[in-house]
């Protein structure tokens, strides 16, 4: 599968747009996103019906297939960019829906090409698309699953067995299913097979009844089960025993799609909050302005900024580190949930007792968000399950760091949002990566260059010192994970602390070096251009230290406020000392996310597009 993107601002932009603003204009009275038509759904446990007709309308199927079997999906980016704007609206929604995305993308990866614009055309006419992986005594160990696919002497398969928890089992009109089609097992003992219900006999399968989750009460969390269900040889994804490849390939692509919802919960969680901070109480007095409340508010936009910086550079890396994904994407699955989890419990804790209300109350839209997410930490593998595999992958990743051995090009790529991305192809996308990451083992180049803006001017010291910190963390961290030793399936619990804090120098790599590709020096024809300040964040500007203006908001902080941010809390989260005075610099990123609820928190994915009037401008 090969892909040619519009690229940013040519594509993206327009679309993500086109959402935001229909959604936002949804959400009064009786309409669709109406949070108390969304509560009410929620409360009852029915299904999105309508909020999900309006995304079909809106032509959100498009971009789950690609441009080459019919649809608009030509950047990757922009699929996950429009997830995460349904995301800050309700994400029961969101993972109903994007549940076809997540279902189709073996095809897209390991499917033939007829298959793949069948399955297309197929899509875009309105057929839902679940993929079933995990069973009720297996979980995510998808080695031990036990549905079984036999191979039958006049042509064709036999499909026996259940599956179970699985997202839009019961609704959709097609099944991606993991099946053992070797009795031994083994990475190469399981294939995938489309199975089509339109083609079966009723008695040939059997839904399983919806479970009652935690959260995201509205979606279809059921199961399937087939008893000597007959398929034809088409039903079959790729080729015999590639089913695990295809599947761990095909997760490197959804687990950033998640991570992509998880950052819209964080933005609904921060705009929920604020609005509540902000109401008056005591006369003209609000919560905000106590110092503890503020300190919350502190933490909670660096850590979501940090999230942010993660999956930006994840969704590009997508097309700019293919090899890479394997790790770049068990970061992001692994650390964003965790992160919005944390940000989310951080405002919950905030919030006290109106956090907890129930949905006819207009706080009550808080407890349902933090029910909703947890399920998200979940899907396609848990944070303990991406931690694995990276762990599984410490090796190589310690090699290239001490190595100083990375992907230039497309590093520049992933990480320089105004870089065009090159076309994805699905044949580089690797089990483990053979370059381990990129990101961080280019971080001693990217402080050095920090350091020489800072002694030219270009950068203050104070920040120089924190990337300065944050390598000596990252030297310590990867020699540890070079003297990790264990035998198959013997993970110690060393180890998942050791990745846990992988994932926080691979978050703050990834703001430092978006911050410093953004200030990078233009020359005519020079490969990585600089980068417009429209394009950044609240607290990025000029380098020269002026301010910039966000239409509407008054005065924002400075160009480096957003980065000092990221790299102060990603040091505290590291276990590093840091001097409490250095805490004084959440205080700018708090008034900025206060200053700006209800509209919501403007962050750096929603600036990869040229500015338009809801975006910011320098001044």
């Not at 991406?386 to 497309?410: C, H, S, T, V």
């Not at 394009?535 to 966000?550: E, F």
Request: net charge negative; glycine share 10%; with cysteine.
């Amino acid at each position: 599968m090969a892909t040619a993107p519009a690229g940013p601002g040519q594509g993206a932009a327009p679309a993500v747009d086109r959402l935001t603003e229909l959604l936002d204009g949804l959400t009064a009275d009786e309409q669709p996103y109406a949070p108390h038509r969304l509560a009410a759904l929620d409360l009852a446990g029915a299904f999105p019906e309508a909020p999900c007709h309006v995304l079909d309308v809106f032509g959100l199927r498009q971009y789950y297939v690609p441009a080459e079997h019919g649809g608009a999906l030509d950047d990757f980016t922009v699929v996950m960019r429009l997830l995460r704007a349904v995301s800050r609206h309700d994400l029961t929604v969101a993972a109903s829906h994007g549940k076809t995305y997540l279902g189709a993308v073996p095809t897209w990866i390991g499917g033939t090409p007829e298959a793949a614009r069948s399955l297309g055309r197929r899509v875009l006419a309105g057929q839902l698309v679940s993929c079933a992986l995990t069973e009720r005594d297996h979980g995510s160990d998808l080695l031990g699953g036990e549905v079984v696919a036999t191979r039958t002497p006049s042509g064709g398969w036999r499909l026996t067995g259940e599956k179970w928890l699985i997202n839009s089992a019961t609704r959709a009109d097609l099944v991606t299913v993991l099946a053992r089609t070797d009795p031994a097992g083994g990475p190469r003992g399981f294939s995938l097979f489309l199975v089509d219900k339109a083609r079966l006999a009723p008695d040939a399968y059997a839904c399983l009844p919806k479970v009652a989750t935690y959260g995201i009460r509205g979606a279809d969390i059921s199961g399937i089960s087939f008893d000597d269900t007959p398929l034809p040889d088409e039903a079959l994804i790729g080729e015999v025993g590639q089913g695990i490849e295809t599947i761990v390939k095909a997760l490197h692509l959804t687990r950033t799609g998640c991570a992509a919802m998880s950052l819209g919960a964080g933005d609904q969680a921060l705009r929920l909050a604020a609005t509540f901070a902000t109401r008056p109480y005591d006369g003209d007095q609000q919560l905000f302005q106590l110092p503890q409340i503020r300190r919350e508010f502190d933490r909670a936009a660096a850590e979501l900024l940090l999230a942010d910086a993660t999956t930006l550079v994840a969704m590009r890396s997508v097309h700019a580190l293919t090899h890479e994904m394997s790790v770049v994407s068990a970061v992001a699955k692994g650390y964003v949930p965790t992160q919005v989890d944390g940000i989310i419990a951080r405002l919950l804790h905030l919030l006290g007792p109106y956090g907890l209300l129930g949905p006819d109350d207009p706080h009550g839209r808080f407890a349902k968000l933090e029910r909703d997410h947890r399920i998200i930490g979940i899907f396609d593998g848990s944070s303990l399950v991406n931690r694995n595999a990276l762990i599984e992958q410490f090796p190589r990743i310690a090699r290239a760091y001490r190595k100083g051995r990375w992907d230039a090009a497309g590093l520049a790529e992933a990480t320089c949002i105004d870089l065009p991305l090159r076309p994805f192809r699905g044949d580089e996308l690797n089990l483990v990566s053979p370059t381990g990451s990129s990101l961080v083992a280019s971080l001693p180049v990217a402080v050095a260059d920090l350091r020489e803006r800072a002694a030219d001017g270009r950068a203050s010291a104070r920040l120089a010192d924190l990337a300065g910190r944050l390598l000596a963390a990252t030297d310590r961290l990867h020699a540890e994970l070079a003297a990790v030793r264990f035998p198959p399936r013997a993970v110690p619990d060393t180890a998942f602390a050791l990745a846990e804090r992988f994932e926080l120098t691979f978050a703050a790599t990834a703001a430092l070096h978006l911050w410093l590709n953004a200030r990078a020096p233009h020359t005519p024809g020079r490969d990585t251009p600089t980068l417009d300040t429209r394009h950044l964040p609240t607290g990025a500007g000029p380098a020269d230290g002026t301010t910039a203006q966000v239409t509407g908001t008054g005065p924002q902080p400075g160009p480096e406020t957003w980065l000092h941010g990221c790299l102060l809390a990603a040091l505290i989260d590291l276990g590093e000392p840091v001097e409490q005075a250095e805490h004084t610099i959440f205080d700018t990123l708090a008034d900025t996310t206060v200053r700006r609820a209800p509209e919501g928190w403007p962050t750096l994915v929603d600036h990869l597009a040229p500015a338009h009037p809801r975006e910011a401008t320098t001044a």
